[in-house]
Structure formats: C-alpha cells, structure tokens
C-alpha cells in the first residue's frame, strides 16, 4: 500500500472497477483510498420519478451545504428529470407550491457550486429553463461539461445552447417544440466546436425554406473537423451530411434516406419536390462506417466504397425453442436487404458468424452473450426455492474472511453482502443478506465475532459522517452512538 501513496492515478483506476455503492464503504478502509474512493462515490447523482427524486435533491443541497469545502462530495455526473420540479403532491396549494420551490432552490444551489461537473443529463430541458430563469444561467455558465445531454429541448434550450461557455467533447439533443430554423441555429453553436460525437434525435426538415438554409450555411464553409460520429434517431439524413462534411461514422435508427435523388425536374414546383432536393446529396458517402437498422438498409442511396463497414442492426433475438427460424428469417431478410449494395468479404463473414454463433449457442443452451439461457437444463432456478445461499457459500465466505484478517492487521470490522440472483439471462435480484462482525484476538489468531446490523449500519454511517472526515481517526465509542 505504500507504493500507492502517492500514484493517484493507480488508486483512480482502482476506484473506477467499483460501482458507487461499493466504493462508499470502500473509502473507509483506508486514507490512501478515502479521497479517491469518495469522489466516485458521490460522483454521479440521478434525480427523477417525480417527489422520490425532489425529496433526494432537497436533503442531498443540504448535505453539500455543509460540506462546501469538501470538494470530493460534491457531484462530476448529474441527471435530472424534470418531474422533480413539479411533484404531484396532494394538499394544501400553498404546501405544493413551498416544496416546488425548495427544489427549485435546491437544483439552483448545487448548479451555482458544481463547477467540477462534467457531465449533465437534463430530461424535459425546456420545462426546466421556463421553470426558472436562473437554473438556465446556471448552466450556460458552467466551464467543465465534457458530456451534455438535453431532452426536450425548445427555443430556450436553444437560446442556452448558443451561450454556453463549456465546450464539451459529447452532445446529444433531443428536440421537442423548436421549429426547422432553430433546429439549424443549435447545429451551428459555437458549443459545437470541439465536439466528437454528436447525438441528434427528432430532427425533420420538410420545408423548402429550411432547406435553403441549410445550403447557404453550408457555403459559409465553417467546419466541424473533430466531429467524427454521428447518431441520428428519428431524423432526415442528408442535412446532417451538408452541414458536418467530416463524419467518418454514422449510425442511423429510424432515419429517412431520400429515394431518387436524381429525379427531381427543375419545373417541379417547391411544394411537389422531396424532402431532400437541393441538398448535395448526390455525391457518394464518405464514410468508414455506418450502422442502421435492417428495414432501412435498402434506402441507403450510395453503394459504399469497399472501406466501409456496414452494420445491419435487428431487434435483439433471445434463445428460444424457435431460435433456429428466427435466425433463418433474420439471414434471409439481411440478404434480400442487401441485394444490390458492394458488400466487402469481411462484412459478409461477419454477417455469417453472428447466425452461426447463434445457432452454436442455441445448441449449447446459452444466450449470446454468454449466460445461461432459461431452457437450458442448467439454468434450474434453484435460488427461487430458498431464501439463503447455498450450501457451498459458508465455506467460501470462511476462507475469504480469514485471508482478509489475516492480511489487514488494522482490520477492527468486517461486513459481508451477498445478492441472490437468478441464473437466467433477466439475473433478477432474489434475496439478500448482510452480516457484520467485530475483529478480536483468539490466543494467536483474530477471528470475526458476529454483531448486529444495527451496530454495523452505524458504524458504517460514522465513516462517512463529517466528524470522521475532519481527522480520520476512527473513534468506537462516537460511531456505536452515532445515528
């Protein structure tokens, strides 16, 4: 442990294999770990389902209150729903209206401090930024977003869009009620200007208007060169050509591909022309990849180049007593949708390896991703019939307990959780047990004498309380009574 002292890079990555659940309890196990394992704890914060989740943003702008200098608490990832500020509570108007607000303060609060945040996810943006002018200034001037997602986005998630002063490396928009020209204005944000990968979902251009627009910003000849993958759901693809000209990587999922680009007559009236005329849509796609859905993959308009990576995408197929003809059907459809494209040798084996794959798994009783499959004999749910482990677990937990004993002299407590779960591709959750024990000397040895979860939870409660976190000195007596 002392080589690791000083290697904060080692303990992050340390820390970055647990799940923020395990890294709370893990922070405590020493003060090399402590300040590593804590920031990942508190790292990423999920705010949604209405007054579950208000109720958790009020009580969590209280804790940080009293921790303002303790950088590590304080949020890297946030996500909010908007539902969190309008919960549906029953009573009284002016208590509904009081608890409202008190989250709306409280999301306000912790927006104005979080300035090493860098990642926020905002669902029903739009919802939020009327809700409260100053939630939307609080975002427009955070300075470290890496990661940015708006949900609902309208002309006031447009109009933050355009002022921000982060410059983050991954976008994802999610239009609602914005019109065609708006829509353009977010696509050429100086917010854009160092992003990678670009996620743009509802984006539909039918006016003759708006795709003028389009080609006259195109000539303004500002490029995007770090934009590299696009994501387009629900959107019109050709825009998105024009307007970032250096994409190497498209993924396209409920997207329209324009067909007969070449069979638009100049005395066609601007009402009778597609979607996608004027557009320079007809030159070939430049690109290294690109990845749709198997229904749209005969409105793909170019044949791609032999460099290209084709990935056909299909509802996800579970092993079943009718996998062998789903998989049948699945090849045949990928075959007929293919007809008529240059198709690499690569990509064809590739196409022939998932349906021998699947078959070879159906065989052996397993899903494709590895797990047990629910008709496979060996995935008998046992654990359904009993409420504790199995019989072969207590020898294991033993011999675990007493190599961590033995290796940890300082070692005063010891907690186990084991989680019950099916052995099916679902791997729901059955049971679960938690046991605590107090490290004593036996004659030469240390064993682990049982205690109460209740002594247990509130010594683990004392670990992270703010009176241990001042000094790090582990006090007994302070954490049997601390509630």
């Given at each position: 442990?002392?080589?690791?002292?000083?290697?904060?890079?080692?303990?992050?990555?340390?820390?970055?294999?647990?799940?923020?659940?395990?890294?709370?309890?893990?922070?405590?196990?020493s003060?090399?770990?402590?300040?590593?394992?804590?920031?990942?704890a508190?790292?990423?914060?999920?705010l949604?389902?209405?007054?579950?989740?208000?109720?958790?943003?009020?009580?969590?702008?209280?804790?940080?209150?009293?921790?303002?200098?303790?950088?590590?608490?304080?949020?890297?990832?946030?996500?909010?729903?908007?539902?969190?500020?309008?919960?549906?509570?029953?009573?009284?108007?002016?208590?509904?209206?009081?608890?409202?607000?008190?989250?709306?303060?409280?999301?306000?609060?912790?927006?104005?401090?979080?300035?090493?945040?860098?990642?926020?996810?905002?669902?029903?943006c739009?919802?939020?930024?009327?809700?409260?002018?100053?939630?939307?200034?609080?975002?427009?001037?955070?300075?470290?977003?890496?990661e940015?997602?708006l949900?609902?986005?309208?002309?006031?998630?447009?109009?933050?869009?355009?002022?921000?002063?982060?410059?983050?490396?991954?976008?994802?928009?999610?239009?609602?009620?914005?019109?065609?020209?708006?829509?353009?204005?977010?696509?050429?944000?100086?917010?854009?200007d160092?992003?990678?990968e670009?996620?743009?979902?509802?984006?539909?251009?039918?006016?003759?208007?708006?795709?003028?627009?389009?080609?006259?910003?195109?000539r303004?000849?500002?490029?995007?060169?770090?934009?590299?993958?696009?994501?387009?759901?629900?959107?019109?693809?050709?825009?998105?050509?024009?307007?970032?000209?250096?994409?190497?990587?498209?993924?396209?999922?409920?997207?329209?591909?324009?067909e007969?680009?070449d069979?638009?007559?100049?005395n066609?009236?601007?009402?009778?022309?597609?979607?996608?005329?004027?557009?320079?849509?007809?030159?070939?796609?430049?690109?290294?990849?690109?990845?749709?859905?198997?229904?749209?993959?005969?409105?793909?308009?170019?044949?791609?180049?032999?460099?290209?990576?084709?990935?056909?995408?299909?509802?996800p197929?579970?092993?079943?007593?009718g996998?062998?003809?789903?998989?049948?059907?699945?090849?045949?459809?990928?075959?007929?949708?293919?007809?008529?494209?240059?198709?690499?040798?690569?990509?064809?084996?590739?196409?022939?390896?998932?349906?021998?794959?699947?078959?070879?798994?159906?065989?052996?009783?397993?899903?494709?991703?590895?797990?047990?499959?629910?008709?496979?004999?060996?995935?008998?749910?046992?654990?359904?019939?009993?409420?504790?482990?199995?019989?072969?677990?207590?020898?294991?937990?033993?011999?675990?307990?007493?190599?961590?004993?033995?290796?940890?002299?300082?070692?005063?407590?010891?907690?186990?959780?084991?989680?019950?779960?099916?052995?099916?591709?679902?791997?729901?959750?059955?049971?679960?047990?938690?046991?605590?024990?107090?490290?004593?000397?036996?004659g030469?040895?240390?064993?682990?004498?049982?205690?109460?979860?209740?002594?247990?939870?509130?010594?683990?409660?004392?670990?992270?309380?703010?009176?241990?976190?001042?000094?790090?000195?582990?006090?007994?007596?302070?954490?049997?009574?601390?509630?």
């Open positions: 442990m002392a080589s690791l002292v000083h290697n904060h890079d080692v303990l992050d990555m340390i820390t970055r294999m647990l799940s923020p659940q395990q890294a709370i309890p893990f922070s405590s196990s003060r090399d770990f402590h300040a590593a394992a804590r920031k990942h508190f790292s990423s914060i999920n949604e389902n209405g007054i579950t989740g208000a109720s958790r943003l009020i009580r969590m702008y209280q804790s940080l209150l009293k921790s303002t200098d303790n950088r590590t608490i304080w949020p890297r990832k946030l996500e909010v729903d908007a539902s969190i500020l309008r919960p549906d509570l029953y009573g009284p108007l002016r208590i509904r209206r009081r608890f409202e607000q008190l989250s709306l303060d409280a999301l306000i609060g912790i927006l104005k401090n979080a300035y090493d945040l860098e990642v926020l996810y905002l669902d029903g739009e919802d939020v930024f009327e809700r409260d002018q100053r939630i939307a200034e609080c975002v427009v001037t955070l300075p470290n977003i890496a940015l997602r949900g609902g986005m309208g002309r006031a998630s447009v109009d933050v869009l355009d002022r921000m002063i982060s410059r983050p490396k991954m976008l994802w928009l999610y239009f609602g009620r914005v019109t065609p020209s708006q829509m353009l204005h977010a696509t050429r944000a100086a917010v854009l160092h992003v990678e670009l996620v743009v979902d509802g984006f539909h251009l039918v006016h003759r208007e708006a795709q003028r627009e389009v080609d006259s910003r195109r303004l000849g500002k490029s995007y060169p770090s934009l590299r993958k696009l994501t387009l759901i629900g959107c019109t693809v050709y825009p998105f050509l024009d307007l970032f000209l250096d994409i190497r990587w498209l993924r396209a999922l409920q997207c329209r591909f324009p007969d680009v069979e638009v007559s100049d066609d009236s601007p009402d009778d022309q597609p979607s996608h005329a004027g557009f320079s849509s007809q030159r070939p796609l430049q690109l290294e990849h690109v990845s749709t859905l198997s229904d749209d993959a005969e409105h793909i308009p170019a044949p791609p180049s032999n460099s290209l990576e084709l990935v056909l995408l299909s509802e197929v579970f092993p079943s007593e996998l062998s003809d789903k998989v049948s059907a699945l090849a045949l459809h990928v075959d007929e949708a293919l007809s008529g494209h240059n198709i690499t040798g690569e990509t064809a084996y590739h196409i022939g390896f998932i349906a021998t794959h699947l078959y070879a798994s159906r065989d052996r009783g397993r899903a494709p991703d590895g797990t047990l499959s629910e008709d496979s004999e060996d995935s008998e749910d046992e654990s359904d019939k009993e409420d504790s482990p199995n019989s072969a677990w207590p020898d294991l937990l033993r011999r675990m307990e007493t190599v961590h004993v033995s290796a940890i002299p300082s070692l005063r407590f010891f907690s186990v959780l084991c989680d019950v779960r099916r052995s099916s591709y679902t791997g729901g959750l059955v049971c679960s047990k938690l046991t605590w024990g107090r490290v004593e000397r036996d030469d040895s240390r064993v682990v004498k049982p205690i109460s979860n209740v002594v247990g939870e509130c010594i683990h409660r004392y670990l992270q309380s703010p009176e241990f976190c001042k000094t790090l000195q582990f006090d007994e007596d302070a954490a049997l009574r601390y509630a």
